[in-house]
């Protein structure tokens, strides 16, 4: 049974009108909805988050590029590499996914497991979006926390399919947060700047396979002994992601989480999860995927 005094966070503002896209921005919607019918969780447990203000994201973001957020200003070639079109919905749901997973954090802190129904944008760049991604809210919560002095080491465990390629370059000389990526190693990004520690995947890595590296890897981050785990627990490892290439199974992403949670909770870590990447065939796979997350997330509070 999960804990019904657990927090999560979630903003309508997620589900953006970006015309015909392989992001299924609707996703959010039908997580909270299916998880709220399967009494997952309760309307009660749900924290609309502040947005993250400039002066958070300034804590990764370089002021030109804010300028450009802020006022809309980016050429063709920057929407073409963003691969997402910019409009104010986008621009507003990006600002406040940072300051849910901030508050994410935060909760997790306070309790053990905070819970973002969002978030995970990993390729978005001190001065550049990419990959769907405008503002890194996985970064601005590390460096927010960090700025509070809610924490004084922060772990990022990136399991998306992708590589955290936003992520490893902003903090890749910020020895307070160890980045950790386990990503297909052909898939996208093309150039994959280093984590802390990478581990990447050939194509159709499976259940089995997975997990095991997932095991003989999670220890080395723990010996870093952060005070927070973020986690970004992408739904695109699955084996009929679009823009996937492993083979896992919905039991096998499952176990995943079981085994980032179950290792955390070993080690007295709280842990801020993330949804981040989800591109199924059938958006309803997707969403079952998210929704297990959520709830072994939950059942670990």
């Not at 005094?5 to 896209?21: F, K, L, P, Q």
């Not at 984590?195 to 095991?215: A, H, P, Q, T």
């Not at 785990?229 to 739904?235: F, H, K, Q, T």
Request: charged share 20%; net charge negative; glycine share 10%.
């Amino acid at each position: 049974m999960s804990d019904q005094s657990a927090r999560v966070v979630w903003s309508d503002s997620y589900e953006v009108d970006i015309g015909e896209h392989v992001f299924p921005t609707a996703k959010y919607g039908l997580v909270k909805q299916q998880l709220l019918a399967a009494g997952t969780m309760t309307t009660d447990q749900l924290v609309g988050p502040e947005p993250a203000d400039y002066d958070m994201l300034g804590l990764v973001h370089d002021a030109d590029y804010l300028e450009k957020i802020r006022t809309g200003g980016f050429s063709d070639s920057e929407v073409r590499i963003m691969e997402v079109p910019f409009s104010e919905a986008y621009r507003e749901a990006s600002i406040v996914s940072a300051g849910a997973t901030t508050e994410a954090g935060r909760i997790a802190l306070r309790t053990g497991i905070g819970v973002h129904l969002g978030g995970g944008f990993h390729h978005a760049f001190a001065g550049r979006g990419e990959g769907f991604c405008l503002i890194n809210d996985v970064a601005v919560a590390a460096m927010t926390l960090l700025h509070e002095q809610a924490a004084e080491r922060i772990a990022i465990v990136d399991l998306d399919v992708h590589h955290g390629n936003g992520t490893a370059t902003i903090f890749a000389d910020e020895p307070a947060v160890f980045t950790f990526s386990m990503h297909h190693q052909w898939n996208y990004p093309a150039l994959k700047p280093p984590s802390d520690l990478d581990v990447g995947l050939d194509d159709g890595i499976g259940d089995e396979e997975y997990l095991r590296l997932l095991g003989e890897h999670l220890p080395a981050v723990l010996e870093q002994h952060p005070d927070v785990i973020i986690y970004l627990a992408g739904a695109d490892p699955f084996q009929e992601d679009q823009l996937g290439g492993l083979a896992l199974t919905k039991a096998g992403l499952r176990a995943r989480d079981e085994a980032v949670l179950a290792a955390a909770r070993g080690a007295g870590v709280p842990v801020a999860v993330t949804l981040a990447g989800g591109y199924a065939i059938k958006l309803t796979d997707t969403v079952d995927i998210h929704c297990a997350t959520v709830e072994a997330s939950l059942a670990a509070s």
